[in-house]
């Protein structure tokens, strides 16, 4: 009779499950960083919100005390009313005259929505609009991801696949150090391009706005979390934009192809060599299988017509696993 030893077992039952238990070893790690995140802001963020809540108690204080015929209930509900329609994009500062629903501002609110950045400064009153707001995200949001799927793919065809070919072929350099160093220079390109310098012009267009604050929304933007505490134009006179309406349209476009440069960074990393066989180790099993041999039918598919003269002569995009293969 053969023993089976307890250590056999183990070292089995994880060569067996070594997907699953990989994906519990990431589910522990995301939970982790959730905490350490959580803890953080929480240590950062609750002293200041202390100071700033006794700070307007002061100043509530002070104005009761100088205006003794304004009573305290009655502050409070002004106050309530007046948060509630600012957080519905509508102002009570005389000096605001800006129509948020006009058409610029409603362009701008339908890309924000529909690259789900969403940044709550300005949301639908009335219950047509909001009926009207679910039906248009219904198709808007699919549309706008294969919108930006089939930008993105050409893009990476012409910035990503074609350099790192050429610079195999031609200095005889292996794809995956080529792939390597180009997904870096891109990098430096798009944070120099796409976050510094429109976070430095944005410094001096927005008097209220450090460039750390600038920084910070184009961030929060092109990642498309969009928290909303930072909206530009928001805080402009005329005297401060003599052209608000450019300025809105000007910012929608650089949402636009910001948000298409970082997906196209985002995907050339994604299909490095290296982060393939990372995601792979979190795969099932027969999806590993899958996709390891999903490339190997393709190309032997593209192999067994040559002679097809379509083929010969019009361009031919690449799927996913060809880009991955490419960069092999």
């Known amino acids: 009779m053969v023993r089976i030893y307890p250590e056999c077992r183990c070292a089995w039952f994880v060569e067996r499950h070594q997907s699953a238990l990989n994906l519990v070893l990431l589910l522990v790690g995301y939970t982790i960083y959730l905490l350490i995140g959580a803890w953080i802001f929480s240590a950062i963020e609750?002293?200041?919100?202390?100071?700033?809540?006794?700070?307007?108690?002061?100043?509530?204080?002070?104005?009761?005390?100088?205006?003794?015929?304004?009573?305290?209930?009655?502050?409070?509900?002004l106050l309530?009313?007046?948060?509630?329609?600012?957080?519905?994009g509508v102002s009570l500062i005389e000096n605001d005259t800006e129509n948020s629903w006009n058409?610029?501002?409603?362009?701008?609110?339908?890309?924000?929505?529909?690259?789900?950045?969403?940044?709550?400064?300005?949301?639908?009153l009335s219950d047509g609009g909001k009926a009207f707001c679910i039906f248009y995200i219904l198709f808007g949001i699919p549309f706008t991801f294969l919108f930006l799927a089939a930008v993105v793919q050409r893009v990476m065809f012409?910035?990503?696949?074609?350099?790192?070919s050429y610079f195999h072929h031609r200095r005889a350099i292996s794809k995956s150090k080529v792939a390597i160093i180009h997904a870096a220079?891109?990098?430096?390109?798009?944070?120099?391009?796409v976050f510094l310098i429109p976070a430095w012009i944005l410094s001096s267009l927005e008097k209220d706005w450090n460039f750390l604050d600038s920084l910070y929304f184009c961030f929060i933007s092109l990642t498309t979390i969009g928290l909303g505490d930072y909206v530009p134009g928001e805080t402009h006179s005329?005297?401060?934009?003599p052209h608000p309406h450019l300025y809105r349209l000007a910012i929608t476009v650089y949402l636009l192809l910001g948000l298409v440069c970082v997906l196209v960074v985002l995907e050339t990393y994604w299909e490095l060599p290296w982060m393939r066989r990372l995601r792979q180790r979190f795969y099932q099993e027969n999806v590993q299988e899958l996709d390891s041999?999903?490339?190997t039918i393709i190309d032997q598919d593209h192999m067994s017509n040559p002679s097809d003269p379509v083929t010969n002569h019009l361009p031919?995009?690449?799927?996913?696993?060809?880009?991955?293969?490419?960069l092999q």
């Open 238 to 241: 005329k005297e401060d934009s």
């Open 103 to 124: 058409f610029v501002s409603s362009l701008f609110f339908t890309s924000t929505v529909l690259t789900t950045v969403g940044y709550g400064h300005t949301v639908p």
């Open 46 to 77: 609750k002293p200041y919100e202390h100071e700033l809540k006794q700070e307007l108690k002061v100043a509530r204080q002070d104005f009761l005390s100088n205006n003794s015929c304004v009573s305290d209930a009655r502050l409070e509900e």
């Open 293 to 295: 041999e999903t490339t």
């Open 80 to 88: 309530i009313r007046a948060l509630e329609a600012n957080s519905d």
């Open 185 to 193: 220079c891109l990098t430096v390109i798009m944070i120099l391009f």
């Open 158 to 164: 012409l910035v990503t696949l074609q350099p790192v």
């Open 316 to 326: 031919t995009i690449p799927s996913v696993s060809q880009q991955a293969a490419s």
